[in-house]
């Protein structure tokens, strides 16, 4: 369960790092 909780913030890490360099 650790690991999908780390998979999910991995992946709106991910997300938030793209809007980010879109601007």
């Known amino acids: 369960r650790v690991v999908v909780h780390k998979a999910k913030v991995a992946a ?12």
């Open 12 to 23: 709106l890490c991910r997300l938030f790092c793209f809007k980010v360099k879109l601007g």
